[in-house]
């Protein structure tokens, strides 16, 4: 079945360190890939999304680029802030109704 | 715009019992979803909705789970008898239509079973 794998978390950076978060994931045919983000008391947020191959999804200064060839939509930023501190869900979307299939998460902490 | 809510956001029950969530989706959204979210897992979809009928709920367990999204608007996810295993965020999201639509989601509920 479809599946996702990111890396483990927490991840610990200094503010203005560079991120970056592996995502890899199984599927067949052709999905779309999501990278979402959830605040600390917050509900999950879309971040970026790609929906065919060679595309870049970007947003916030988050850049992830859907690449076939490795099966791979990894997220990264040039430099974290505080504010950056959050859990990241990399998705998947391969069904004709929409259903989301979601990686375990990983922690970002962002310390100044 | 106002965004999917949801209620209560905490609820504290001991296993055997029945509990009831509430989610009132964004307005216009046909496409009504609830995911299940164990602590240090991603969500998992529990129950998809179309307008007032289901479209997937292979991940329902459905000898204690039910749910219902009466006239199309909000929906209603029940679990009776708790077990130990459902303690979880529970997550309503909704999108315009379904396939290639934003997924928007509530804040959740966060539910503890003893």
């Known amino acids: 079945g479809d599946s996702v794998t990111q890396m483990e978390g927490p991840v610990t950076l200094s503010e203005e360190a560079f991120l970056t978060i592996n995502c890899t994931y199984t599927?067949?045919?052709?999905?779309?890939l999501f990278w979402y983000v959830q605040y600390p008391g917050e509900g999950l947020q879309l971040l970026l999304k790609?929906?065919?191959?060679?595309d870049k999804g970007s947003n916030k200064g988050f850049e992830a680029t859907y690449r076939k060839e490795t099966t791979s939509f990894h997220l990264e930023k040039g430099s974290v802030q505080v504010s950056d501190s959050a859990v990241y869900f990399c998705a998947l979307r391969a069904d004709s109704w929409g259903k989301l299939q979601f990686g375990a998460g990983t922690q970002v902490v962002v310390t100044p | 715009e106002a965004g999917v809510a949801q209620s209560p956001r905490y609820k504290i029950i001991e296993k055997r019992q029945s509990v009831a969530f509430w989610c009132n989706p964004i307005?216009?959204?046909?496409?009504l979803y609830w995911y299940q979210q164990i602590l240090g897992q991603g969500p998992k979809l529990l129950i998809q909705f179309q307008n007032n009928g289901v479209v997937d709920d292979s991940q329902l367990p459905k000898d204690r789970f039910s749910a219902e999204r009466l006239k199309g608007v909000d929906s209603t996810l029940k679990i009776q008898p708790a077990k130990l295993e459902d303690s979880a965020v529970y997550l309503c999201?909704?999108?315009?239509?379904?396939?290639?639509?934003?997924?928007?989601f509530g804040p959740g509920t966060r539910l503890t079973v003893l």
């Open positions: 307005s216009g959204h046909a496409t």
């Open positions: 999201a909704s999108s315009l239509e379904s396939a290639t639509d934003t997924q928007y």
């Open positions: 790609a929906t065919k191959a060679d």
């Open positions: 599927a067949t045919g052709y999905p779309s």
